[in-house]
């Protein structure tokens, strides 16, 4: 029990220092300007934190954002799958795929059901892809859950 923990612990370290070098936000200095994925996914927080502050904070500043609202986020979240990211070996070994296919079912989800439990399952989503792939963002994403 105790080794098990232990290894654990050892594995845990091991993936995080070698996953800390990928930092991601933006302040990273890119000569070719942004990637198509990164400026996506930058639309993508943008919709979540609409979605949470119209549906949750009641935040609504005209009566059609609701729709308009979810269907700009509709016409986004599948291309995380597709958009060209800054390393472009991103989706080689199918594990950022795995990842991808998870969000992408839980936001189908939230789609069907607007809860405030589904809307957090997806928030945790993007936060377990960005455990593997981009550590920089997850304090931001964070922010994102809604909290009674
Ligand atoms: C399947 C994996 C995956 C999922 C799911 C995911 N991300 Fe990302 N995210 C990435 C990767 C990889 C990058 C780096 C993109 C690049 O540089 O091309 C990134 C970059 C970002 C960035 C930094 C963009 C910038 O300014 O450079 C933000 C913010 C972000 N994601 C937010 C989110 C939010 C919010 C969600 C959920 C709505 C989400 N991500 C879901 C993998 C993911």
Redesign the pocket.
């Given at each position: 029990m105790l080794k098990n923990l232990l290894y654990t612990a050892l594995l845990l370290t091991f993936f995080g220092c070698s996953n800390s070098k990928n930092e991601?936000?933006?302040e990273?200095v890119n000569p070719n300007g942004?990637?198509e994925?990164?400026l996506l996914?930058?639309d993508?927080?943008q919709n979540?934190l609409e979605i949470k502050n119209y549906l949750f904070l009641n935040d609504s500043i005209e009566n059609n954002l609701n729709s308009n609202l979810i269907d700009e986020f509709k016409s986004n979240y599948q291309s995380?799958k597709t958009a060209n990211?800054?390393?472009s070996n991103?989706r080689d070994d199918g594990i950022?795929n795995g990842?991808?296919d998870?969000?992408i079912n839980s936001v189908d989800k939230f789609l069907n059901d607007k809860s405030q439990k589904n809307y957090n399952s997806?928030?945790t989503?993007?936060i377990?892809?960005?455990q593997q792939?981009?550590l920089?963002?997850i304090g931001?994403?964070n922010k994102?859950y809604y909290k009674k």
């Open positions: 991601c936000e933006s990273q942004e990637s994925l990164a996914m930058r993508l927080h979540t995380i990211p800054t390393e991103l950022y990842y991808a998870l969000y997806m928030v989503n993007c377990q892809c960005h792939f981009c920089g963002a931001k994403i994102l």
